[in-house]
């Protein structure tokens, strides 16, 4: 006797539609959780942004808080695919370091709802270990730790721990991007990437008072 599988019925699963849905619904849900906030959103507002069922939304997000952090993800996501591409091709580190600082600030300048889901994640997830902006961050450190040591290590940056030099330009870089959100860049991207370049490379000190303080420095401490 010959047993004849059963075949599936309904049509053919199509991934490429299956993804541009969700790149729909996520691009929709990030501009109105940033508008209205996450415990004011219905996902009712979604689906008619849209013009689908909210069963549909349901069928590719478990749950609003998984839609929002998905959201969230997405919009992290597309500045690490857009900082990747831009500096794909560059080999100068100081000009990867430029224009990487540069598409970033551009970034947050063209999608500020992403920086206000960032602010909402905080606000709404508490529980979570480490936010979505961290947990990026601590993805690409690596990439950036390897050009400092090369730099380091050829002389062309002073030989401090890596993680000090991270840490503060990734804080010049968080402050700003939520400056401009809160207040409005006093000035174009353009030229606060060049300012937060100049001050970090070549800092505030003239060449004379760089030596003067170098000596300072360097003094031996007086017993009396």
């Known amino acids: 006797m010959v047993t004849v599988s059963a075949r599936k019925t309904g049509r053919p699963k199509n991934e490429l ?28 507002a979604v689906a008619d942004t849209l013009q689908i069922g909210k069963g549909t939304i349901y069928r590719y997000f478990p749950s609003k808080r998984d839609l929002f952090l998905a959201a969230v993800d997405q919009g992290m996501h597309q500045l690490q695919e857009l900082i990747d591409t831009t500096l794909s091709g560059i080999e100068d580190p100081f000009e990867k370091i430029v224009v990487g600082l540069r598409t970033y ?50 002389g062309r940056v002073r030989d401090i721990p890596v993680d000090r030099i ?48 170098q000596r300072v420095v360097n003094r031996p401490e007086t017993r009396e």
């Not at 606060?192 to 760089?210: C, H, P, Y």
Request: proline share 3%; aromatic share 14%.
């Open 166 to 213: 991270l840490d503060v330009l990734g804080n010049l870089m968080y402050g700003t991007m939520f400056t401009n959100f809160f207040t409005g860049p006093n000035k174009s991207f353009e030229e606060q990437a060049r300012d937060i370049v100049d001050i970090t490379f070549f800092g505030i000190l003239s060449r004379k008072e760089q030596r003067r303080q």
């Open 17 to 44: 539609l299956t993804a541009r849905r969700r790149e729909e619904i996520l691009h929709a849900a990030a501009h109105i959780f940033a508008e209205r906030g996450y415990p004011n959103t219905d996902l009712q």
């Open 105 to 154: 600030l551009a970034y947050f300048n063209e999608h500020p709802e992403t920086a206000e889901l960032l602010i909402q994640e905080r606000a709404a997830f508490r529980d979570r270990k480490k936010p979505t902006y961290f947990e990026y961050c601590d993805a690409v450190a690596n990439t950036w730790q390897v050009i400092f040591e090369n730099l380091i290590r050829e």
